[in-house]
């Protein structure tokens, strides 16, 4: 996926807002309010760091060569994607999916029912 197709991606999901409150270089998407992922469009390697349960992030970070602890972020909770040419639009988008997800979870019932 390039940049492009990333955003649009993101921007597609139900709910999601796009901002640059870090300045040009990086994109933040939220949901009510509530970050699920940063793309750190403009930066080598360009990445993605999401949301995910704070007991898989270990084995994601174990398991894939692009996975990192999440930049700038609280590790518990956050892992980071380095993109390269190799990474596939599937890997991506479950991976978004899940964080978009997860997100949604923890709204309240009022506003999760909204999506």
Known sequence: MNKEDIRNYLKSLPGAEES????????????????????GHEYEPRHLTLKADPVAIPSL?????????????????????????????????IHIINSYKLVLSNLPKTLRDRY
């Open 20 to 39: 640059s409150p870090f300045g040009e270089k990086s994109y933040v998407y939220k949901i009510e309010g509530k970050m699920f992922c940063t793309f």
């Open 61 to 93: 970070i174990e398991g894939y060569d692009e996975i990192i602890p999440g930049y700038y972020m609280n590790k518990k909770h956050w892992f980071t994607i380095e993109l390269n040419d190799a990474t596939s639009a599937d890997f991506l988008i």
